[in-house]
């Protein structure tokens, strides 16, 4: 499957699609979907989207382009020239979702009579309360006598006689003193808690290598005798901590999306954007040796 048929090599000059050409190459070698699903782990509907030049159908277009480098190598098509004609015939051919934004509903400017009613009688009450926390001598709580029955209809009266800005004048009035009182309690209990609570002590480093994905992208891990580990893509910002043997390779298909530390030590990059990297042995020692990560002193040297 490595070696490139000697007609395959005009396909790049044609002007057949990427998906024709990966199709009749596929149908060439008698190979089904079901055997490119088993060897490339992509899935069959996402093949026929490639064949198909179907690219809103696909997971995104950094994907599209790992699975089309994948599916031509496979085929014993040059990777680099079917990702470019890829690349051009797509164009800026991009699946844009549809959104739906909720409608703001339209407010009202001026309060419905009975809020400024309740409004006022519930600052009423505060006011009372604060009054009695701060005068030492204030009677208690327990000791404040009853509000009058007639007390609302007295407010409702004078609510009346307001304009809506009048009211809403005193309400903010109220809200402000009820905010300024909060505040200062709220500061009081964060200084005791900070004088109370001891710095929490640094956490370790984590030992081993740690895979910390910055872009989507289809990670790979084989122990020596084949078997997998892991084979599937991971999306951006997820962390994998690759397990402590020393016989494993890992093998991805966006290598710059991929940040890699070892024993809490950032490496770099494995490769570019979109660009396919296999079996990269997965020794600490070597990686750190390998895949330094570029200072600017480094770069000056």
């Known amino acids: 499957m490595n070696t490139m048929a000697p007609e395959q090599e005009e396909l790049y000059h044609t002007d057949m699609s990427v998906g024709e050409i990966l199709r009749r190459t596929r149908e060439h070698y008698n190979q089904s979907y079901q055997d490119i699903e088993r060897a490339l782990r992509i899935k069959a509907p996402q093949i026929i989207a490639i064949e198909s030049d179907s690219v809103e159908n696909l997971p995104g277009r950094v994907y599209a382009i790992g699975f089309v480098r994948s599916y031509s190598e496979y085929l014993g098509l040059d990777g ?7 690349k051009a015939q797509s164009g ?12 703001i509903a339209s407010e009202s ?3 419905p009579l009975w809020v400024v009613i309740l409004s006022s009688v519930l600052a009423v009450f505060i006011l009372i309360g ?19 029955e007639n007390l609302q209809v007295e407010l409702g009266d004078i609510s009346t006689d307001m304009t809506g800005d009048e009211a809403q004048t005193i309400d903010e009035t109220l809200g402000d003193v009820m905010d300024a009182e909060v505040a200062a309690d709220a500061g009081l209990k964060e200084e005791a808690d900070s004088a109370d609570t001891p710095a929490a002590a640094p956490a370790p480093a984590q030992e081993g290598i740690l ?12 122990d020596q005798a084949g078997k997998a580990i892991v084979s599937r893509v991971l999306k951006a ?5 690759v397990p402590d043997r020393p016989d494993l ?5 966006n290598a710059g999306g991929v940040k890699l530390q070892v ?23 070597k990686l750190k040796e390998q895949y330094p990560l570029k200072t600017i002193e480094n770069t000056a040297q």
């Open 80 to 86: 680099d020239k079917m990702v470019k004609l890829f």
């Open 92 to 103: 800026g051919r991009t699946h844009k979702p549809h959104l739906d934004f909720p409608v």
């Open 109 to 111: 400017k001026m309060p």
């Open 130 to 148: 604060w009054w009695s926390s701060q005068s030492g001598d204030g009677p208690r709580v327990s000791e404040i006598p009853s509000v009058p």
């Open 211 to 222: 895979l910390t994905m910055l872009e989507n992208s289809w990670v790979e891990i084989r």
């Open 237 to 241: 910002g997820d962390q994998y901590y």
């Open 249 to 253: 390779s890992m093998s991805l298909g």
């Open 263 to 285: 024993d809490g030590q950032p490496l770099d990059f494995l490769g570019e954007k979109g660009q396919v990297r296999r079996n990269i042995a997965l020794d600490a020692a």
